[in-house]
């Protein structure tokens, strides 16, 4: 399969009209929560001509608290609706009693945090009545009681629930970065059977506290280390779906096609 | 134990009470800091969904004080879902309370105005009754019939020429608008995709007001005043397509 972009608003129309060859279109189901609208309208003609995935940002599966049965009807709508080929959220928790925060929240990696997570994601998949995709978040800290690595800790999740993983390459190398780990020891440890996606994006270099500090702010062109990470995840795990995400600052649909070219070129190369 | 560093982080993000989870959080920098990369990327991520959904209301005040405004309002109005079209419904009456707004009389309604435009905009599709579906409708039915409006049709009234300021900035015409140009009351109606505005008189507003509340065709007559000339109205809104069931 080609690699994908993230569809956003300001592409719609030129997306339509052009059909770029890609291999699918991929949303932040939040944004189309709405029954109807331009938004909506638009997908269901986009939908006609690739295959869309449904990624979304809000189910907090790792709340202790457990998933909000609201968020999830309507995600069970959104798949009715625009039948996405791949479902997926992230291992990050966002909601706490009645508030949402906004952002996807660091966890302790936990054996409690474990069994929460799976609750969680079997409750999910059982009410959707389909496998989900579950994605290595960008993390700023790290919590000390912390004991089992990430990549270990997606792959429970995995071989318990029978969900996969959604590899962000992005996030390997900005956590890697953040927290001082390699990105390729992470690649190492991950469990290949049960990847399904893979993202890449841009982050930004701030300086914190006299420090460098790398925020996953989607808004840049995929860096050479990413591409380089990238390279050795095809290399280990093969071709998988790869998606080109771009969030903040969209530029031209031109630049995001040339980052799905470069995918595209690489894992080519694999079978070259 | 997950439950309660997840109520301590939360408060760091919500209250800046910081001093619960600090201590179980390590990084490169301290742990203020850390956590303050988190309620950055809230903050940022929420006062997006208020320009979104307020545009107009942001370009009378400007991006930077929009910014603060946002930053004001959401921290005591967190979301209550993920659902971000859900988001931000009492902004207007959050700036009808701001101090520093308090110049500018005539923004909260411009925030509401917004808001209900999203409402038409995201409303549910549905096809409006023809003209020919109210041949057989005589004015004796008056009295037991009601009309369901369409579910993209929203009403709006204010004291000030909302409609006018809302046109003038989102087309960027530039056209100077007088405040004392008088009120205005609009009916929102989205056909297809685009939601189309229609300027609508105050007994209009109150008639179209009541057929939406339930009431019969009759009732709501009486409600909009004596003088209302139903028949031009109903013929003039059957046209428009607001209406989509004779109960």
Same mark, same amino acid.
């Given at each position: 399969?080609?690699?994908?972009?993230?569809?956003?608003?300001?592409?719609?129309?030129?997306?339509?009209?052009?059909?770029?060859?890609?291999?699918?279109?991929?949303?932040?189901?939040?944004?189309?929560?709405?029954?109807?609208?331009?938004?909506?309208?638009?997908?269901?003609?986009?939908?006609?001509?690739?295959?869309?995935?449904?990624?979304?940002?809000?189910?907090?599966?790792?709340?202790?608290?457990? =998933?909000?049965?609201? $968020? /999830?009807?309507?995600?069970?709508?959104?798949?009715?609706?625009? +039948?996405?080929? @791949?479902?997926? *959220? #992230?291992?990050?928790?966002?909601?706490?009693?009645?508030?949402?925060?906004?952002?996807?929240?660091?966890?302790?990696?936990?054996?409690?945090?474990?069994?929460?997570?799976?609750?969680?994601?079997?409750?999910?998949?059982?009410?959707?009545?389909?496998?989900?995709?579950?994605?290595?978040?960008?993390?700023?800290?790290?919590?000390?009681?912390?004991?089992?690595?990430?990549?270990?800790?997606?792959?429970?999740?995995?071989?318990?629930?029978?969900?996969?993983?959604?590899?962000?390459?992005?996030?390997?190398?900005?956590?890697?970065?953040?927290?001082?780990?390699?990105?390729?020891?992470?690649?190492?440890?991950?469990?290949?059977?049960? =990847?399904?996606?893979? $993202? /890449?994006?841009?982050?930004?270099?701030?300086?914190?506290?006299? +420090?460098?500090? @790398?925020?996953? *702010? #989607?808004?840049?062109?995929?860096?050479?280390?990413?591409?380089?990470?990238?390279?050795?995840?095809?290399?280990?795990?093969?071709?998988?779906?790869?998606?080109?995400?771009?969030?903040?600052?969209?530029?031209?649909?031109?630049?995001?096609?040339?980052?799905?070219?470069?995918?595209?070129?690489?894992?080519?190369?694999?079978?070259? | 134990?997950?439950?309660?560093?997840?109520?301590?982080?939360?408060?760091?993000?919500?209250?800046?009470?910081?001093?619960?989870?600090?201590?179980?959080?390590?990084?490169?920098?301290?742990?203020?800091?850390?956590?303050?990369?988190?309620?950055?990327?809230?903050?940022?991520?929420?006062?997006?969904?208020?320009?979104?959904?307020?545009?107009?209301?942001?370009?009378?005040?400007?991006?930077?004080?929009?910014?603060?405004?946002?930053?004001?309002?959401?921290?005591?109005?967190?979301?209550?879902?993920?659902?971000?079209?859900?988001?931000?419904?009492?902004?207007?009456?959050?700036?009808?309370?701001?101090?520093?707004?308090?110049?500018?009389?005539?923004?909260?309604?411009?925030?509401?105005?917004?808001?209900?435009?999203?409402?038409?905009?995201?409303?549910?599709?549905?096809?409006?009754?023809?003209?020919?579906?109210?041949?057989?409708?005589?004015?004796?039915?008056?009295?037991?019939?009601?009309?369901?409006?369409?579910?993209?049709?929203?009403?709006?009234?204010?004291?000030?020429?909302?409609?006018?300021?809302?046109?003038?900035?989102?087309?960027?015409?530039?056209?100077?608008?007088?405040?004392?140009?008088?009120?205005?009351?609009?009916?929102?109606?989205?056909?297809?995709?685009?939601?189309?505005?229609?300027?609508?008189?105050?007994?209009?507003?109150?008639?179209?007001?009541?057929?939406?509340?339930?009431?019969?065709?009759?009732?709501?007559?009486?409600?909009?005043?004596?003088?209302?000339?139903?028949?031009?109205?109903?013929?003039?809104?059957?046209?428009?397509?607001?209406?989509?069931?004779?109960?």
């Amino acid at each position: 399969m080609l690699p994908g972009i993230a569809l956003k608003h300001r592409h719609f129309k030129e997306i339509k009209e052009r059909r770029p060859s890609l291999g699918f279109l991929e949303v932040h189901t939040e944004n189309f929560f709405a029954p109807a609208g331009y938004a909506h309208e638009c997908l269901l003609g986009l939908r006609e001509h690739y295959p869309v995935s449904a990624h979304s940002v809000g189910l907090s599966l790792g709340s202790a608290d457990g =998933v909000d049965q609201n $968020h /999830l009807e309507k995600i069970k709508k959104f798949i009715e609706i625009f +039948q996405p080929f @791949l479902v997926s *959220d #992230h291992l990050s928790w966002s909601r706490m009693g009645e508030k949402f925060l906004a952002d996807l929240l660091p966890l302790p990696l936990t054996e409690e945090t474990l069994e929460i997570v799976c609750a969680n994601v079997e409750k999910t998949q059982e009410f959707l009545g389909r496998k989900i995709l579950i994605e290595n978040p960008s993390t700023y800290l790290e919590f000390p009681e912390s004991d089992i690595p990430e990549p270990e800790f997606l792959a429970e999740i995995a071989k318990i629930t029978g969900c996969g993983v959604l590899l962000d390459v992005n996030n390997i190398f900005v956590s890697a970065t953040n927290h001082g780990f390699s990105g390729q020891e992470y690649l190492e440890k991950i469990s290949c059977a049960a =990847v399904g996606e893979i $993202h /890449l994006a841009g982050f930004t270099r701030t300086e914190i506290a006299g +420090q460098e500090i @790398l925020i996953d *702010d #989607h808004g840049s062109a995929v860096h050479p280390s990413v591409w380089a990470l990238y390279r050795e995840a095809v290399k280990k795990i093969g071709a998988k779906p790869t998606l080109v995400e771009w969030d903040t600052d969209v530029p031209e649909l031109d630049v995001l096609l040339a980052e799905a070219e470069k995918a595209a070129e690489i894992m080519e190369m694999q079978y070259a | 134990m997950l439950k309660k560093l997840q109520r301590a982080f939360a408060s760091a993000l919500t209250e800046e009470k910081t001093s619960d989870i600090a201590p179980l959080i390590k990084g490169k920098i301290p742990a203020e800091n850390l956590l303050a990369i988190y309620r950055n990327n809230s903050f940022a991520a929420l006062t997006q969904v208020l320009q979104l959904t307020y545009p107009v209301t942001e370009k009378l005040v400007g991006e930077g004080f929009f910014k603060y405004a946002a930053h004001e309002f959401i921290q005591n109005n967190w979301p209550k879902s993920g659902d971000m079209d859900e988001y931000g419904e009492n902004f207007s009456q959050f700036l009808d309370r701001f101090p520093p707004v308090e110049n500018l009389p005539y923004l909260p309604d411009v925030a509401k105005f917004e808001w209900v435009y999203q409402q038409s905009a995201l409303a549910e599709n549905a096809t409006a009754l023809a003209a020919e579906a109210f041949l057989e409708l005589k004015s004796e039915d008056y009295l037991k019939i009601k009309l369901q409006l369409h579910p993209t049709a929203k009403l709006f009234s204010s004291k000030y020429p909302i409609d006018e300021i809302w046109l003038a900035n989102i087309k960027d015409t530039g056209a100077e608008i007088s405040l004392d140009s008088g009120g205005c009351q609009v009916l929102l109606l989205r056909p297809e995709t685009r939601v189309m505005l229609h300027s609508i008189t105050h007994p209009e507003y109150v008639f179209l007001e009541s057929l939406q509340a339930g009431a019969k065709i009759y009732k709501a007559y009486e409600a909009a005043g004596a003088d209302f000339p139903l028949d031009i109205c109903l013929e003039r809104h059957i046209l428009n397509g607001v209406f989509i069931n004779i109960n």
